[in-house]
């Protein structure tokens, strides 16, 4: 735990916790990654939600993007077996060769800490994934009872999956999709 707290007392804006998710916060979080489907993970820090994604047989590939330097070196160590990318979400995704129709992007972002330009361009980035399929979500985490952001697509919706209590602090976990169309359904 030392070195998250490190990394937050160096970059708050940009860590946005003193303590990794919990491991209640990672399972209910790698619970709703459906099977066979491409996982992003945006914000991996310390991996507590990237082992829970592994340890549920995930059958797809998983990315992994983390921006902070030290953090990517820890992932890449402990868990060799992914992708893990070094960088800004929204400047590291435009180079991947291809974005998977079946996609859950899974963010531990703090976004209500971020600065302002920063926060626009990662939810713009994961919007447009987004918009581009009904068969792609974001699943996020806040300490809040709210959602993380006001997407600007309206065919972009939030629904609440529920409370962890089992975390420091207690976190609500989010999903964000596209709605599918009642006329093109079917």
């Known amino acids: 735990m030392t070195g998250i707290l490190r990394r937050f007392l160096d ?22 990654i459906g099977k066979g489907v491409a996982v992003f993970e945006i914000g991996a820090g310390t991996g507590a939600i990237t082992r829970q994604i592994l340890k549920s047989a995930l059958s797809g590939p998983l990315v992994v993007f983390e921006q902070d330097h030290f953090f990517v070196e820890s992932l890449r160590r402990r868990i060799g077996q992914i992708r893990v990318v070094e960088g800004l979400f929204h ?35 994961i919007c447009h994934i987004l918009a581009a399929s ?53």
């Open 91 to 125: 400047d590291t995704v435009v180079g991947l060769d291809e974005i998977p129709d079946a996609l859950v992007i899974v963010s531990s972002v703090p976004f209500v800490s971020l600065s302002k330009i920063l926060r626009f361009k990662t939810v713009e980035a």
């Open 134 to 186: 009904p068969n792609r979500c974001l699943i996020q985490y806040t300490y809040f009872d709210r959602p993380p952001f006001v997407p600007r697509q309206s065919s972009l919706h939030w629904r609440r999956l529920g409370r962890v209590w089992a975390n420091i602090p207690p976190a609500t976990v989010w999903e964000l999709r596209a709605e599918i169309d009642p006329e093109m359904d079917g």
């Open 11 to 32: 970059n708050p804006g940009m860590i946005g916790a003193i303590a990794p998710s919990s491991p209640a916060l990672a399972k209910a979080m790698a619970q709703q």
